[in-house]
């Protein structure tokens, strides 16, 4: 921060002279020192931003009548700049700035994106635009910020007690945490949590491996462009940012107390063959909206964070290319197999091979050197869209998870025996696909589907939410003319309690074996996989509760119901980070509670609905 009478100081009258300043230090003979003028709020490529400092410089000065070029007269060498992330207020440092400009200074306007891709030869890209009066309303505020402080320079003239002379802090400050809602106003936030997040959730919706649909696999070009646009969106939120060893994007603002355990939140960047747009993106982008509206308010204050905040954008968690689900959440949660650099994908290239060609160290030690220390986090929170009816049965945008659901998945073979269709009699027959068929039925009955009279399922099951799917049949040989030898075929059962669950798969297998006894088969049950629920943690989904409660409050006129309690019957990273950390997660209204399909879909109003609660939640865990 530039102290007073430290050194003339170049200014510019207008901001449309701003990207010649943004080039300043590379031909200033004091660049780190040199106040520079650039739109705190602005979305100005940080690619842009970098060639002044790592570190984005705040407002300086513009004075009236000044040319560019011009140097600041000595009665005006004080510390025109408002604030730095570090650097806090002198009380008095901003008299000489709010003297030399009336209250009715003109207003001023950012370039167009057109000018300053022409001016810096940079790429707009992958950026949105901020709205014309946006600037013009901070800068109002700053203006009334600034009458306040002149109002405290005249008690520390008139003698004002001790503390009040002696204080460096703002206004802001004073009042202690940040009141995101009271800084920044209605239309900023508007536009912080809907209009933008809609909008960056749509373009990073068209960047796809696939001309005709969705499809975005790990480490493919798809997904290392979508990987970069992410890291974009979150320098533009104030984040340091950097890619880790399996890929993960992560994004992070240290708190007063670097060493406090952080809040981290994030969902996947990869997709599902076919997929929709909101999938896995929806839990990155709406907390990267979230985090810098609470940096703006933060940064306007003059206060920082408590707390360090991290967003990670986990590489890999459908598992398409190399089949093996949660890939980046299970790196830093430090539960990673090693076996699994050795798996292949459909072209036999082994994950440590992908790794490798992506600029990365497919090595065990770089996969180990990911994981988080478990003492550094708070908790994970979890945005993602409900892949289920309820919110929107419910009418209502969101709800809080108490619950990842336990599964079990498991691979029934039968072995009959293969035969001419017209000539072998039904007794004596040994057909898989009936067999199967008869098993099917008898699991939908004992889970309570198919709205029968028969189902054996019990009223636990259901408060449970027990379900079961048949989701995948494999007949051989396949042809209209002959029975069928062999059948393979998938089931999975979830529900929130395990006790509810393992008593489901006991039944299930118990009928499987004793079907197969009757119609003299072979049958191979194998349990390919099992997971335990999990509860979200109490604490912070009673915050998330409570900051939801808090949003529907804030639009009276939508109607909303109280946000439910529901159980996730899907696996999400949160399911990994929980052997890290304690979890919540968000669920988010989604239509007709379709997903993995190209049909999904959150609207804009959800989306807002939201991010202010996350940005509630965040605005009392980190200020």
Same mark, same amino acid.
């Given at each position: 921060?530039?102290?007073?009478?430290?050194? #003339?100081?170049?200014?510019?009258?207008?901001?449309?002279?701003?990207?010649?300043?943004?080039?300043?230090?590379?031909?200033?003979?004091?660049?780190?020192?040199?106040?520079?003028?650039?739109?705190?709020?602005?979305?100005?490529?940080?690619?842009?931003?970098?060639?002044?400092?790592?570190?984005?410089?705040?407002?300086?000065?513009?004075?009236?009548?000044?040319?560019?070029? #011009?140097?600041?007269?000595?009665?005006?060498?004080?510390?025109?700049?408002?604030?730095?992330?570090?650097?806090?207020?002198?009380?008095?440092?901003?008299?000489?700035?709010?003297?030399?400009?009336?209250?009715?200074?003109?207003?001023?306007?950012?370039?167009?994106?057109?000018?300053?891709?022409?001016?810096?030869?940079?790429?707009?890209?992958?950026?949105?635009?901020?709205?014309?009066?946006?600037?013009?309303?901070?800068?109002?505020?700053?203006?009334?910020?600034?009458?306040?402080?002149?109002?405290?320079?005249?008690?520390?003239?008139?003698?004002?007690?001790?503390?009040?002379?002696?204080?460096?802090?703002?206004?802001?400050?004073?009042?202690?945490?940040?009141?995101?809602?009271?800084?920044?106003?209605?239309?900023?936030?508007?536009?912080?949590?809907?209009?933008?997040?809609?909008?960056?959730?749509?373009?990073?919706?068209?960047?796809?491996?696939?001309?005709?649909?969705?499809?975005?696999?790990?480490?493919?070009?798809?997904?290392?462009?979508?990987?970069?646009?992410?890291?974009?969106?979150?320098?533009?939120?104030?984040?340091?940012?950097?890619?880790?060893?399996?890929?993960?994007?992560?994004?992070?603002?240290?708190?007063?107390?670097?060493?406090?355990?952080?809040?981290?939140?994030?969902?996947?960047?990869?997709?599902?063959?076919?997929?929709?747009?909101?999938?896995?993106?929806?839990?990155?982008?709406?907390?990267?909206?979230?985090?810098?509206?609470?940096?703006?308010?933060?940064?306007?204050?003059?206060?920082?964070?408590?707390?360090?905040?991290?967003?990670?954008?986990?590489?890999?968690?459908?598992?398409?290319?190399?089949?093996?689900?949660?890939?980046?959440?299970?790196?830093?949660?430090?539960?990673?197999?090693?076996?699994?650099?050795?798996?292949?994908?459909?072209?036999?290239?082994?994950?440590?091979?992908?790794?490798? *060609?992506?600029?990365?160290?497919?090595?065990?030690?770089?996969?180990?050197?990911?994981?988080?220390?478990?003492?550094?986090?708070?908790?994970?929170?979890?945005?993602?869209?409900?892949?289920?009816?309820?919110?929107?049965?419910?009418?209502?945008?969101?709800?809080?998870?108490?619950?990842?659901?336990?599964?079990?998945?498991?691979?029934?073979?039968?072995?009959?025996?293969?035969?001419?269709?017209?000539?072998?009699?039904?007794?004596?027959?040994?057909?898989?696909?009936?067999?199967?068929?008869?098993?099917?039925?008898?699991?939908?009955?004992?889970?309570?589907?198919?709205?029968? *009279?028969?189902?054996?399922?019990?009223?636990?099951?259901?408060?449970?939410?027990?379900?079961?799917?048949?989701?995948?049949?494999?007949?051989?040989?396949?042809?209209?003319?002959?029975?069928?030898?062999?059948?393979?075929?998938?089931?999975?059962?979830?529900?929130?309690?395990?006790?509810?669950?393992?008593?489901?798969?006991? *039944?299930?297998?118990?009928?499987?074996?004793?079907?197969?006894?009757?119609?003299?088969?072979?049958?191979?049950?194998?349990?390919?996989?099992?997971?335990?629920?999990?509860?979200?943690?109490?604490?912070?989904?009673?915050?998330?509760?409570?900051?939801?409660?808090?949003?529907?409050?804030?639009?009276?006129?939508?109607?909303?119901?109280?946000?439910?309690?529901?159980?996730?019957?899907?696996?999400? #990273?949160?399911?990994?980070?929980?052997?890290?950390?304690?979890?919540?997660?968000?669920?988010?209204?989604?239509?007709?509670?379709?997903?993995?399909?190209?049909?999904?879909?959150?609207?804009?109003?959800?989306?807002?609905?939201?991010?202010?609660?996350?940005?509630?939640?965040?605005?009392?865990?980190?200020?």
């Amino acid at each position: 921060m530039v102290r007073p009478g430290s050194m #003339d100081v170049d200014v510019w009258s207008t901001m449309a002279d701003m990207p010649r300043a943004w080039t300043l230090p590379r031909r200033h003979p004091a660049a780190h020192e040199a106040l520079v003028l650039v739109p705190r709020r602005s979305h100005v490529p940080f690619t842009t931003r970098a060639r002044i400092q790592a570190e984005p410089f705040l407002l300086a000065c513009v004075l009236d009548g000044a040319r560019p070029g #011009d140097a600041v007269p000595a009665a005006m060498r004080v510390p025109l700049v408002l604030s730095t992330r570090r650097d806090r207020f002198h009380p008095l440092s901003f008299v000489p700035r709010f003297l030399a400009r009336p209250l009715s200074a003109p207003r001023l306007s950012l370039p167009s994106c057109k000018q300053v891709n022409r001016r810096t030869g940079g790429s707009h890209s992958g950026f949105a635009r901020t709205p014309a009066g946006a600037h013009v309303r901070m800068a109002r505020r700053r203006r009334l910020r600034e009458l306040l402080l002149l109002v405290m320079a005249c008690l520390v003239v008139s003698g004002a007690p001790a503390d009040v002379q002696e204080s460096e802090t703002c206004a802001g400050e004073a009042m202690g945490s940040v009141d995101v809602m009271q800084v920044l106003n209605e239309e900023d936030l508007h536009y912080i949590l809907k209009t933008e997040p809609s909008w960056r959730l749509k373009n990073l919706g068209k960047v796809s491996d696939s001309a005709d649909n969705l499809e975005r696999t790990f480490l493919s070009p798809a997904w290392r462009r979508a990987a970069t646009m992410v890291r974009a969106w979150l320098e533009d939120a104030g984040m340091r940012t950097w890619m880790d060893g399996i890929g993960n994007i992560h994004g992070r603002i240290e708190g007063e107390d670097p060493d406090a355990p952080a809040i981290v939140l994030g969902s996947h960047l990869d997709t599902v063959l076919d997929a929709g747009m909101y999938d896995g993106a929806l839990g990155v982008v709406l907390p990267i909206s979230a985090v810098k509206a609470l940096q703006l308010a933060t940064e306007y204050t003059g206060k920082k964070l408590k707390k360090s905040v991290e967003i990670i954008g986990f590489s890999d968690e459908e598992g398409v290319r190399f089949q093996s689900t949660f890939l980046g959440s299970r790196a830093v949660a430090g539960h990673f197999p090693p076996e699994l650099l050795h798996a292949v994908d459909n072209n036999q290239v082994t994950l440590a091979e992908a790794l490798n *060609d992506a600029g990365l160290l497919g090595k065990w030690e770089a996969i180990q050197s990911i994981a988080m220390d478990p003492d550094k986090v708070a908790a994970y929170v979890e945005v993602h869209m409900e892949q289920g009816p309820q919110l929107e049965r419910l009418n209502t945008p969101v709800g809080i998870v108490n619950a990842i659901a336990g599964q079990n998945r498991i691979q029934v073979r039968m072995h009959g025996e293969q035969g001419h269709a017209g000539t072998v009699p039904m007794p004596g027959r040994r057909d898989t696909v009936a067999a199967a068929g008869e098993a099917i039925n008898e699991i939908e009955k004992r889970c309570g589907g198919g709205n029968r *009279d028969d189902a054996t399922s019990t009223i636990q099951d259901l408060e449970d939410q027990l379900v079961c799917t048949v989701g995948e049949v494999l007949v051989w040989p396949g042809a209209s003319n002959v029975i069928s030898g062999n059948t393979n075929f998938s089931i999975d059962i979830r529900a929130r309690r395990d006790e509810t669950r393992l008593k489901a798969v006991e *039944d299930i297998v118990d009928a499987i074996n004793r079907l197969c006894e009757r119609r003299k088969m072979d049958c191979e049950v194998v349990r390919k996989h099992e997971a335990a629920a999990v509860a979200c943690q109490d604490r912070i989904s009673s915050l998330l509760a409570a900051a939801s409660k808090d949003m529907i409050a804030s639009y009276p006129g939508k109607g909303w119901s109280i946000p439910p309690t529901l159980t996730s019957g899907a696996g999400h #990273d949160a399911l990994a980070m929980s052997e890290l950390t304690d979890i919540a997660m968000l669920f988010v209204r989604c239509r007709g509670g379709v997903s993995h399909s190209p049909l999904e879909h959150v609207s804009e109003e959800d989306i807002e609905a939201a991010t202010r609660t996350l940005l509630i939640f965040l605005q009392q865990e980190l200020t």
